[in-house]
Antibody, heavy 126, light 111 residues
Framework: QITLKESGPTLVKPTQTLTLTCSFSGFSLTSSGVGVGWIRQPPGKALEWLAFIYWDDDKSYRPSLKDRLTITKDTSKNQVVLTMTNMDPVDTGTYYC??????????????????WGQGALVTVSS | QSVLTQPPSVSGAPGQRVTISCTGSSSNIGTGYDVHWYQQFPGTAPKLLIYGNTNRPSGVPDRFSGSKSGTSASLAIIGLQADDEADYYCQSYDNNLRGAIFGGGTKLTVL
């Protein structure tokens, strides 16, 4: 059974750095094809992908936020950490981590987000 | 403004059929990237509903189905039930963004 859980501060001040930890179980980030993504959702708005980290330590970031984001993994602890610098009130929202498997079928190979954490609400305010 | 375009809202009576469209472009759906669909209830995390355009994860009722053609995809729900009332998001991959993209979300209201 795959589970993920986000943890971190609920309130950060503008210009501060946000550090969120995704603790997971039920899968290994050393398994070929597996990844973990971070997705956020401002209040009342749509989902927005932020970053991926893959089993081989490859990483990708949302281009508009690339200079502010860093994603790392600790496979011994089954954790993925996302840091976002220079926080602004517009960064307020719920931050989710999600498991991204590689589903191999006859029809093709698919990479959905199949398991999500419960989300961590982060408010940016002075 | 989302890269994938969804109608903000759709509605239907119990038992009816509704469809939710997801329109992309040549840099995402049109180039062959697959579409996934998620269901989200207020205050909860999204749940995977359809993956790889047409496939349902275990436990998802067959009232939900997906399709894809050209630069668009659709989610269809038949036999609408009151507890289908939720927000629905499509998701794919974009060459320009080099990452995952989501639609703006569609709020389904069961009348």
């Amino acid at each position: 059974q795959i589970t993920l859980k986000e943890s971190g501060p609920t309130l950060v001040k503008p210009t501060q750095t946000l550090t969120l930890t995704c603790s997971f179980s039920g899968f290994s980030l050393t398994s070929s094809g597996v990844g973990v993504g971070w997705i956020r959702q401002p209040p009342g708005k749509a989902l927005e992908w932020l970053a991926f980290i893959y089993w081989d330590d490859d990483k990708s970031y949302r281009p508009s936020l690339k200079d502010r984001l860093t994603i790392t993994k600790d496979t011994s602890k089954n954790q993925v950490v996302l840091t976002m610098t220079n926080m602004d009130p517009v960064d307020t929202g719920t931050y989710y981590c999600a498991h991204r498997p590689e589903i191999i079928m006859v029809q093709g190979v698919y990479h959905p987000f199949d398991y999500w954490g419960q989300g961590a609400l982060v408010t940016v305010s002075s | 403004q989302s890269v994938l375009t969804q109608p903000p809202s759709v509605s239907g009576a119990p038992g009816q059929r509704v469809t939710i469209s997801c329109t992309g472009s040549s840099s995402n759906i049109g180039t062959g990237y697959d579409v996934h669909w998620y269901q989200q209830f207020p205050g909860t995390a999204p749940k995977l509903l359809i993956y790889g355009n047409t496939n349902r994860p275990s436990g998802v009722p067959d009232r939900f189905s997906g399709s894809k053609s050209g630069t668009s995809a659709s989610l269809a729900i038949i036999g609408l039930q009151a507890d289908d009332e939720a927000d629905y998001y499509c998701q794919s991959y974009d060459n320009n963004l080099r990452g995952a993209i989501f639609g703006g979300g569609t709020k389904l209201t069961v009348l």
